[in-house]
């Protein structure tokens, strides 16, 4: 439960000393305060749902520079949407863009439906909850997945924050951490439009799999942050 100053009842003194007492516990800043900033937008949090993560950031910065050399008027795909921070935050860019995110937690589903009508986007896109892999989903100008990538014996190995409260479905990647590149790789073709391109996050060390795995859908290019490291992959149709 997040410390809000607002909150009746309790003294400054009290909210400072909880807030404390949870960050003792290795819960992050941003799930005390029950929200965090995504590229401009405050997304409200919940304790159900993965706290968006910086790299998240940059995904969306190789998007739109994507996607700014495109017509008006795309259709967007977010894959494990969970506080719907990359539709809206795409959205709120793309003034023109429509969108649906995929989440299969329903806590997911309507976190994201309240974060989008906070933020007045609520006409523009929509929440479904369900296997992002299994859904009638077709026709997609541009993709997002943060689907897991964490292999389950490596899922112990991560910093307490993400390990101790995000949930285990937003993290656990099988065996290998590629269970879910390789449902994606499937389904792309039907997901994703002849001149549309996927941008799939994916941890460093699973990346060269991964990018192996997509290469069968058309041209895959490796995307860095701003330090030169790898940190996702973007996908092109072969049709183009």
Known sequence: MAFHLSRTGHSLDELVEGAIQEREARRSLARIAGFKH???LAMKLDDEVYEPCA??????????????TQPEGLRVLDLGTGSGNL???????????????VDCKAAAVTLA?????????????GFLEGDAHALSLAGFDLVFSTLPWVPTGQLDDLMPEVRLYDPVESL????????????????LSRLMTPMGATFV??????LPAARALFSCVGEVTVLRDGYGFPMGLRVGSKLR
Do not use: K, M, P
């Open 38 to 40: 995504f590229h401009g």
């Open 55 to 68: 790299s998240s950031e940059r995904l969306l910065d190789h998007a739109l520079a994507w996607a700014t």
């Open 172 to 187: 656990d990647g099988g065996a290998d951490g590629l269970d879910h590149f390789r449902r994606l790789a499937r389904s």
């Open 113 to 125: 439906r309240r974060n989008a009508l906070a933020h007045g986007l609520g006409n523009r896109c």
């Open 87 to 101: 539709l809206l935050a795409a959205l709120r860019v793309l003034t023109s863009a429509t969108g649906i995110g």
């Open 201 to 206: 996050q994916v941890g460093y060390e699973r």
